[in-house]
């Protein structure tokens, strides 16, 4: 784990560069941000003890590519000036799409914003905004001000998702990051979204279980050695046990600046570079593959997750042409049908795969009602993959079988 972590810092070693250069040119050093507290997501779980660990759910889906709908709310004050512009929206997406798109995570945003003009809301950042105009097929994004400050009427920035893969999948970011010259990074556009939304996707923070959270009983500090990262920490066995290192990192070097030891005696070797650390927010690069495939394992298996996101064999999701594919009945008994007399004339495919991703059905249809027999299946939880006119990549429905 250990040597990893150093080939993580090496491989993110050219944009890191570029961005020390940045924040050297505008003299930030924001080492001087206090040891605190800037996300403030606790860590309960509507599937708390079923996904706490998700290493036992097979098959592995982290060859699949995800395609996740978003949506935007920007506060403003009551007379609708302040908080982020439209280019900060997209810079903000940027990053989103930084960190995730290598990993075959990507996101729709219908080019919407919602605007929220409420001054004291603007200057108050909390969950109480997850209210507003929310939504269930969607990760909803609250974007404060970057002159907002953090919570609690702190003056710097910080973030708060509403839980670990938890139902109503929401967050907010706000505010900045002091230097001490009084310069700024802006929480809105920088890693910290990322940091927000891998909460969103089920990810904990790589401290977890080291520091006490509350939301989670069964946690348990992780062991430097990692021989039980599986079970404690983060529950994710390539991030290395992490002692929480409360923004203690050299701004220029990315280096912890602390110490201290496990239960065993060995020193702590946090990754300083991981988003979903406590790092400096300019020190933020990636997430490992164990945490894509968390993410990819919740994505696939927990209920409102599936909601608001979809998933092909390869290519970018989002891209696919979005049609919807009329089947019935669902739950299907001895047959299930699909309507396909909207469609063009044209041979089209579909496959039937059970939760163990095992091929148990397939066959073609032109644009007819075609009826499918499913008698022989046994009940349970099916996925059908059907292909559309000249798109390579399947779109994929849930089916249950009941007889």
């Known amino acids: 784990m250990e040597s990893q972590t150093t080939n993580h810092k090496l491989f993110s070693l050219n944009s890191f560069k570029f961005s020390m250069v940045f924040f050297a040119l505008f003299g930030l050093n924001l080492n001087s941000a206090q040891a605190q507290d800037f996300c403030l997501t606790p860590s309960n779980s509507d599937n708390l003890y079923q996904y706490r660990g998700m290493d036992h759910l097979l098959p592995d889906y982290n060859t699949y590519n995800y395609c996740v709908k978003i949506y935007i709310h920007v506060i403003r004050k009551d007379n609708g000036t302040g908080g982020q512009s439209i280019s900060n929206v997209n810079t903000a997406i940027g990053f ?63 973030g708060q998702a509403n839980g670990i893969g938890t139902l109503g999948s929401s967050f907010w970011v706000s505010g900045y990051h002091l230097s001490p010259v009084s310069l700024m990074l802006p929480t809105a556009r920088s890693h910290v979204i990322s940091h927000e939304m891998g909460h969103v996707l089920n990810l904990y923070h790589t401290h977890h279980g080291t520091v006490t959270e509350t939301g989670d009983p069964g946690q348990c500090p992780e062991l430097v050695n990692g021989s039980n990262s599986d079970i404690c920490g983060d529950y994710i066995t390539d991030t290395p046990a992490d002692p929480k290192m409360n923004l203690n990192v050299d701004i220029y070097t990315c280096e912890w600046l602390g110490s201290g030891t496990d239960a065993n005696g060995a020193p702590y070797d946090p990754d300083e570079m991981n988003i979903m650390s406590y790092t ?97 299946l046994q009940e349970g939880h099916y996925y059908l993959h059907f292909y559309e006119e000249g798109i390579s990549v399947p779109k994929i429905e849930h089916l249950y079988i009941q007889h």
């Open 280 to 376: 400096q927010p300019s020190c933020m690069d990636y997430i490992t593959i164990g945490q894509r495939k968390r993410i990819k394992k919740a994505l696939y298996f927990l209920p409102h997750l599936q909601e608001l996101s979809s998933y092909y064999l390869y290519g970018n999701p989002c891209l696919a042409v979005d049609r919807d594919l009329v089947y019935y009945p669902n739950p299907a008994n001895h047959n299930l049908y699909l309507d396909l007399r909207e469609f063009q004339p044209n041979t089209y495919s579909y496959q039937i795969y059970n939760v163990s991703g095992e091929l148990v059905k397939s066959g073609e249809s032109s644009n007819e009602l075609k009826s499918i027999d499913t008698s022989n």
């Open 96 to 158: 989103l799409n930084m960190d995730f798109n290598p990993h075959g995570i990507y996101f729709n945003w219908d080019g919407n914003i919602d605007y929220i003009n409420d001054t004291y809301k603007y200057y108050h950042p909390t969950s109480t905004v997850f209210s507003i105009n929310n939504h269930t097929d969607g990760v909803d994004i609250y974007l404060f001000g970057d002159d907002s400050g953090g919570w609690n009427g702190m003056s710097t920035g910080g």
